[in-house]
Structures are given as structure tokens and as C-alpha cells.
């Protein structure tokens, strides 16, 4: 592989918290240097920058792709060539696919799958029980041999306290990460919005903030009782985070994400029965969605992702209550997080390492920083340029974006995963 050279870029470093312009040197797959003018290797290729800036890969920890079993939504092919053009150069995949990911067998199929056709990295999750049922444990040891970074059940929580006990027990003794859905099955089966004043005048079936935060309190507790790592995937109340700050003070070992239609999006985006913002968990209140800008800020959030999970047309096509679920966020998770930069005041370091940096250490991956000896996957974008998003031009099998026709500031220019380019 040629060595590359990046002439003149805007050096975003989330674990300096730097932004200066300079020159970055990537050999053999990885980060070899930074300077400023220095000479060019001879046979590289040099990639002129002209001040554009330049950070670390993006690295999702939430993406649903839908091999196996559901290939015409989205493959392996199409979200690596999605996950390219947004600038996310590592993909963590949800296990609640069909069947599961919850056998050796089924992870190596999607790990050989994903090697063999996806532009990017893909680092699978396993299932933290059987069928993604929450009744019986997988086999952790085997998965984990297998590749599978953490464990979870996707968007299905674990219901029974014991047997999600008896998880964390057997992930402490095999040190592995758990990401657990913090939404309580019961409270949510039915409720397709908030509950408050604006789902009752619309006439949606609603579900209480309190879902979220009775389980992730009980999640929590768990946790702190059996030391385990331990991870609440896509937050989205201010109460969510009372609770998280005093997890931390307490020192517990917990992490968390939002999903950006969380910290974009709010309820009065579903006024007019608009399906494709149609989420889980559903959009929140405004004090919501500006808590969960405040946590970032603050540092208590430590993830963004894009929950992406793709459906088709007839999946999203229909009465708001019976709609699916979900929208597609591979191409969209940069220029609508960077309104975090422009808008709320996030510095870019401080954006990239929630986008990038913090996944990465938590998925055991050498990237997310701009150090040498780094993975050399990296993103190259405008973060000022002007765009309407328009959910046809998406790489994606799905269209199904919460943010059509949503004017943001952002364009990817390229893409690189081990210094190969893959989008631009």
C-alpha cells in the first residue's frame, strides 16, 4: 500500500483537544507522523487538504444491518458504501438480526460476509441471551472468540431481573461489555410516543419517560452489584442523566449513548403523523432533547450514534401507531451532529470524541485518535459547506431518514479506513 500524505488539513484531535492546520503521514495502514512541510515519501500519494478538516474516522456503535434475513433492506454492501459517504469508517453491528447473533456459527458468517463486501470495518455484537429472547444466557466465552465485541439484545430489554443478573455475573467473568436497551418492555409494548399533552391531543398511544428511567435504575444496580461493564444504549431523558451522574459519582463502570434524532429531534416532529421519525425509544420533550445537548457538553453522554435501522417503504408506510420503528443514519450522523459544533458549542475535538475516540476504546479498537501508530482511518470534511438532505440520494438500500429535507451545515469530502480510500 502507497503511503499517504495529507497536505494542509485542519488536524482535528479529540485526545489533544487540538485543532491546528498541518500535514499528516499514513503508511501501511496506519498514522506514521504529523508535522508541518515536511518532505514526501517517495510513491506516496498526496492528498491536498486545502485547510478542509481532518479527524478521525467515525465509529457507530449502533447499526443495524440486515444480513441475515432481511438483505433487501440493507446489506453488508450497501451500508459499508452508506457508512463511507457519512465519513464512519467502523461500524458495530446490533445481533437481533434474523436468526440472532447468538451462535459462534452466525457471527463468523456475518464477520466473512462483512470482510468479503463492506467498504468499512465491521465489529459485530453478539446476543446477551438466546434468540434475543431474555429467558437463557449465551455462550460469552465463545462469542467473544468468535469476534464479538460487546453483548446485547438490540431493542429488546431483558425483562427478568435474575436472568439479567445472571448475565452481568457471566459477562464480569469474562470481562465483556453489555449494552442493554434501558426502556421497560411492559411500559413500552404499546406506546408509539411520549406520553404527555401532545400525544393526547394527536390521539398516539403513549408510553411514560419512567420507562427509560425505572430500567436503566434497575439496570444500574445490577450492575454495581455484580461489577460489570456496563453500557445504556440511547438515552433520552433528563432523568436518564440524574441517574447516570450519580452511577459515575458513585464510580460504577457505566457508559451511555444518545442517538442523534435524540439530541436533533423532538416530539412536535411527529405532528403531522410524519412515520419516518418514527423512533425507539420515541422522540422526547424539548427540556429532553436539550438535556441530552446539555450531557454532551458536560462530558456525562459519551457516545453519539446513529441508530441506523433501515425499513423499507411498506414497513414505514402506514397508520403512525402501526409504523416500524427506526430510521437510516449512516450518511446523516456527521452534518447533523456538527449543529452540535455550530449551533450548541461543542468544539470539533470535543464532537470527535464522541463520535470517534470513546467507541473506539470502548470496541477495543486502535482508532478514533490522530496519534501515531493509530488505525489510519480517517474522515476529511467541510464542516461549513451548506445542504439539504435528500433521503433519495442516500447509498442506502432504505430511505427511511428522519431528516429529509433537513438544511445542515457538513459535507464529506473522503473517506480512508487503513489509509485506502473508500468514498470520495
Given at each position: 500500500?502507497?503511503?499517504?500524505?495529507?497536505?494542509?488539513?485542519?488536524?482535528?484531535?479529540?485526545?489533544?483537544?487540538?485543532?491546528?492546520?498541518?500535514?499528516l503521514?499514513?503508511?501501511?495502514?496506519?498514522?506514521?507522523?504529523?508535522?508541518?512541510?515536511?518532505?514526501?515519501?517517495?510513491?506516496?500519494?498526496?492528498?491536498?487538504?486545502?485547510?478542509?478538516?481532518?479527524?478521525?474516522?467515525?465509529?457507530?456503535?449502533?447499526?443495524?444491518?440486515?444480513?441475515?434475513?432481511?438483505?433487501h433492506?440493507?446489506?453488508?454492501?450497501?451500508?459499508?458504501?452508506?457508512a463511507?459517504?457519512?465519513?464512519?469508517?467502523?461500524?458495530?453491528?446490533?445481533?437481533?438480526?434474523?436468526?440472532?447473533?447468538?451462535?459462534?456459527?452466525?457471527?463468523e458468517f456475518?464477520?466473512?460476509?462483512?470482510?468479503?463486501?463492506?467498504?468499512?470495518?465491521v465489529?459485530?455484537?453478539?446476543?446477551?441471551?438466546?434468540?434475543?429472547?431474555?429467558?437463557?444466557?449465551?455462550?460469552?466465552?465463545?462469542?467473544?472468540?468468535?469476534?464479538?465485541?460487546?453483548?446485547?439484545?438490540?431493542?429488546r430489554?431483558?425483562?427478568?431481573?435474575?436472568?439479567?443478573?445472571?448475565?452481568?455475573?457471566?459477562?464480569?467473568?469474562?470481562?465483556?461489555l453489555?449494552?442493554?436497551?434501558?426502556?421497560?418492555?411492559?411500559?413500552?409494548?404499546?406506546?408509539?410516543?411520549?406520553?404527555?399533552?401532545?400525544?393526547?391531543?394527536?390521539?398516539?398511544?403513549?408510553?411514560?419517560?419512567?420507562?427509560?428511567?425505572?430500567?436503566?435504575?434497575?439496570?444500574?444496580?445490577?450492575?454495581?452489584?455484580?461489577?460489570?461493564?456496563?453500557?445504556?444504549?440511547?438515552?433520552?431523558?433528563?432523568?436518564?442523566?440524574?441517574?447516570?451522574?450519580?452511577?459515575?459519582?458513585?464510580?460504577?463502570?457505566?457508559?451511555?449513548?444518545?442517538?442523534?434524532?435524540?439530541?436533533?429531534?423532538?416530539?412536535?416532529?411527529?405532528?403531522?403523523?410524519?412515520?419516518?421519525?418514527?423512533?425507539?425509544?420515541?422522540?422526547?420533550?424539548?427540556?429532553?432533547?436539550?438535556?441530552?445537548?446539555?450531557?454532551?457538553?458536560?462530558?456525562?453522554?459519551?457516545?453519539?450514534?446513529s441508530?441506523?435501522?433501515?425499513?423499507?417503504?411498506?414497513?414505514?408506510?402506514?397508520?403512525?401507531?402501526?409504523?416500524?420503528?427506526?430510521?437510516?443514519?449512516?450518511?446523516?450522523?456527521?452534518?447533523?451532529?456538527?449543529?452540535?459544533?455550530?449551533?450548541?458549542?461543542?468544539?470539533?475535538?470535543?464532537?470527535?470524541?464522541?463520535?470517534?475516540?470513546?467507541?473506539?476504546?470502548?470496541a477495543?479498537?486502535?482508532?478514533?485518535?490522530?496519534?501515531?501508530?493509530?488505525?489510519?482511518?480517517?474522515?476529511?470534511?467541510?464542516?461549513?459547506?451548506?445542504?439539504?438532505?435528500?433521503?433519495?440520494?442516500?447509498?442506502?438500500?432504505?430511505?427511511?431518514?428522519?431528516?429529509?429535507?433537513?438544511?445542515?451545515?457538513?459535507?464529506?469530502?473522503?473517506?480512508?479506513?487503513?489509509?485506502?480510500?473508500?468514498?470520495?
Amino acid at each position: 500500500m502507497r503511503p499517504v500524505v495529507f497536505r494542509d488539513a485542519r488536524l482535528i484531535d479529540p485526545v489533544r483537544g487540538t485543532e491546528e492546520r498541518g500535514d499528516l503521514l499514513a503508511e501501511r495502514g496506519r498514522i506514521a507522523g504529523r508535522g508541518h512541510g515536511e518532505g514526501v515519501p517517495e510513491g506516496a500519494t498526496v492528498v491536498e487538504c486545502d485547510g478542509q478538516a481532518l479527524a478521525p474516522g467515525i465509529v457507530d456503535f449502533n447499526v443495524t444491518i440486515g444480513e441475515p434475513g432481511a438483505r433487501h433492506r440493507e446489506s453488508f454492501k450497501s451500508g459499508g458504501l452508506a457508512a463511507a459517504a457519512g465519513g464512519v469508517t467502523t461500524i458495530v453491528t446490533q445481533p437481533d438480526t434474523d436468526p440472532p447473533i447468538d451462535d459462534p456459527a452466525v457471527l463468523e458468517f456475518v464477520t466473512r460476509r462483512a470482510r468479503e463486501v463492506c467498504a468499512v470495518r465491521v465489529l459485530p455484537k453478539a446476543t446477551l441471551t438466546k434468540g434475543a429472547a431474555g429467558q437463557e444466557m449465551t455462550e460469552y466465552r465463545f462469542l467473544l472468540d468468535a469476534g464479538a465485541v460487546a453483548f446485547g439484545d438490540g431493542e429488546r430489554a431483558v425483562a427478568d431481573p435474575v436472568v439479567f443478573r445472571r448475565c452481568l455475573q457471566y459477562a464480569r467473568s469474562v470481562d465483556a461489555l453489555v449494552c442493554h436497551f434501558p426502556q421497560e418492555p411492559h411500559f413500552s409494548a404499546l406506546g408509539c410516543a411520549t406520553e404527555g399533552l401532545f400525544a393526547t391531543l394527536r390521539g398516539l398511544p403513549s408510553v411514560p419517560v419512567e420507562a427509560e428511567a425505572i430500567m436503566l435504575t434497575r439496570d444500574i444496580r445490577i450492575a454495581a452489584l455484580t461489577g460489570t461493564r456496563y453500557h445504556a444504549d440511547c438515552i433520552s431523558s433528563a432523568e436518564s442523566l440524574a441517574i447516570l451522574r450519580r452511577a459515575r459519582e458513585a464510580g460504577l463502570d457505566v457508559t451511555c449513548s444518545v442517538a442523534v434524532p435524540h439530541v436533533s429531534l423532538n416530539e412536535l416532529d411527529i405532528a403531522d403523523f410524519r412515520t419516518f421519525s418514527k423512533v425507539s425509544p420515541p422522540l422526547r420533550h424539548e427540556d429532553d432533547r436539550a438535556a441530552m445537548e446539555e450531557g454532551l457538553r458536560e462530558g456525562l453522554i459519551d457516545i453519539i450514534v446513529s441508530a441506523h435501522r433501515p425499513w423499507d417503504e411498506e414497513a414505514k408506510r402506514l397508520p403512525f401507531a402501526q409504523a416500524a420503528s427506526g430510521g437510516v443514519g449512516l450518511e446523516t450522523i456527521l452534518p447533523v451532529s456538527l449543529d452540535l459544533h455550530h449551533r450548541a458549542g461543542l468544539s470539533l475535538p470535543m464532537l470527535f470524541e464522541r463520535l470517534s475516540r470513546t467507541p473506539a476504546r470502548l470496541a477495543g479498537l486502535e482508532a478514533g485518535t490522530l496519534e501515531p501508530g493509530a488505525l489510519a482511518d480517517l474522515v476529511l470534511f467541510d464542516p461549513d459547506a451548506p445542504r439539504r438532505l435528500d433521503r433519495k440520494a442516500l447509498l442506502s438500500k432504505s430511505k427511511n431518514s428522519p431528516f429529509h429535507e433537513r438544511l445542515v451545515q457538513g459535507r464529506v469530502l473522503g473517506t480512508w479506513v487503513g489509509g485506502r480510500r473508500v468514498f470520495g
